[in-house]
């Protein structure tokens, strides 16, 4: 079953809880930043920040001169078209039983490529402990029938978390209300952006304005490496196999003597 979580940002205060949520939950340490003319805070994703209020361009109304302030909580997004499982050469980088985007640390070699071709640049890299970290939708919660961290600390519902085709609903019926109260420029994001993401958005104006790719698409140079390097590793691994086969028997052949 594919879990998808929904961000509606026409009910997004940029409270910021989710991210201190988030902090919380999985034991990210605060991380020193500064002043940049802006609100939005830090200014990037890094190893222990997974999750962020994006602060887009103001939106005038023409109608009463007042700015409205578009917000957005971003992260991973759980790509179906994940550029970091296709470039991972360690297959550290996987989708789980839920539909999620996971990285196994364990296996993670530290090479940084899924941080460089990530289409949503999210992933942080630890460069002490040599590992990639990013949003895993607190998948020790979801597995034990918990909602994620910052779902659960939401206080105006404009977190979601569930089953897909229910939050792809709950976007449909805010879209509907939006568009009801006169928003023409209301849409969804996410529902065949990469084949789908596991973060679906109402927005209230175009993604562009949030900071989102209006298209987004995986590098060529991604997809070279993915179809290149994934039957060569295959040759390595067995080749491997092939060397480790000859030797206990050559030992054997030794150990006969
Ligand atoms: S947003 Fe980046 S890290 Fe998350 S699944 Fe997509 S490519 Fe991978
Ligand atoms: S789902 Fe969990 S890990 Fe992801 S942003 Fe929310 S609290 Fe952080
Ligand atoms: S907790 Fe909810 S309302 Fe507050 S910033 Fe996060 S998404 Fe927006």
Redesign the pocket.
């Known amino acids: 079953m594919q879990k998808a979580m929904l961000v509606d940002t026409s009910k997004c205060t940029a409270c910021r809880a989710c991210q201190v949520a988030c902090k919380q939950w999985n034991q990210l340490p605060a991380e020193q930043t500064e002043f940049k003319d802006t609100y939005e805070n830090p200014a990037n994703f890094s190893p222990v920040t997974w999750t962020k209020i994006v602060f887009g361009k103001e939106i005038p109304d023409p109608e009463n001169g007042r700015v409205h302030w578009p917000f957005s909580k971003q992260g ?4 179906t078209d ?4 296709k470039v991972c050469p360690a297959n550290a980088i996987y989708r789980t039983e839920l539909g999620t ?1 996971y990285i196994d640390e364990d296996r993670c070699i530290g090479c940084n490529y ?1 941080a460089a071709n ?3 640049n ?2 942080g890299f630890d460069r002490v402990a040599n590992v990639a970290r ?1 949003c895993t939708f607190c998948f020790d919660r979801i597995t034990n029938g918990e909602i994620p961290a910052c779902v659960k600390t939401c206080p105006t519902g404009a977190l979601q978390f569930g089953d897909r085709d229910e939050m792809v609903a709950l976007a449909k019926k805010s879209l509907k209300n939006l568009q009801a109260a006169g928003n023409e420029k209301a849409n969804i994001y996410g529902l065949t952006e990469l084949d789908g993401l596991g973060v679906i958005y109402v927005l209230e104006d175009g993604p562009k304005t949030y900071g989102l790719p209006e298209d987004p698409k995986i590098r060529l140079s991604t997809h070279i490496w993915d179809i290149i390097f994934k039957p060569v590793r295959v040759l390595v691994v067995a080749a491997a196999v092939f060397a480790l086969w000859i030797n206990r028997g050559e030992s054997k052949k030794k150990e006969g003597l």
């Open positions: 991973c997004m759980h790509c994940a550029a970091c499982i985007v899924c990530c289409t949503y999210v992933i990013k």
